[in-house]
């Protein structure tokens, strides 16, 4: 349960921090599609853990399913197939949300890096034994 909170946090804390550091990552309300389930989103910061909460639902039920598939691939590559697949999943993030909108490859790997740095940091210094 830990690790699915952390991982969402990540989600969002990424977002957040790509859309004020990286260029060509911006979040922002569309007026009259910013909602889901009849509930309206009319702030910034709504959509950002909405996107958020997303992401990190993805990484954690999607993104082991994904890392078994393509385990041959990430074993001739030494791991950097893994942020492909980070890519592809963030990419499908963006895909699913109109608000959010990454204009080219490079913007999508600089948020694909912050996204799987602040992944790595929490998972890190997460122990369940606590």
Avoid: H
């Avoid at 853990?49 to 993805?58: A, D, T, Y």
């Avoid at 890096?113 to 210094?125: Q, Y």
Wanted: aromatic share 14%; hydrophobic share 60%.
């Amino acid at each position: 349960m830990w690790k699915l909170i952390l991982q969402i946090a990540a989600g969002i804390l990424g977002i957040w921090l790509a859309t004020l550091f990286v260029s060509g990552v911006e979040l922002e309300t569309v007026p009259s599609q910013s909602s889901l389930f009849g509930i309206e989103f009319t702030a910034n910061w709504q959509i950002l853990i909405l996107v958020g909460v997303c992401l990190g639902l993805i990484n954690f039920f999607i993104k082991p399913i994904l890392n078994l598939i393509t385990l041959p691939l990430r074993t001739l590559t030494f791991g950097l197939f893994a942020l492909v697949v980070n890519a592809i999943l963030v990419w499908i993030v963006d895909i699913l949300f109109p608000e959010l909108i990454i204009e080219g490859i490079r913007p999508l790997f600089w948020t694909t890096c912050i996204v799987w740095a602040l992944n790595f940091a929490l998972l890190k210094f997460y122990n369940p034994k606590r």
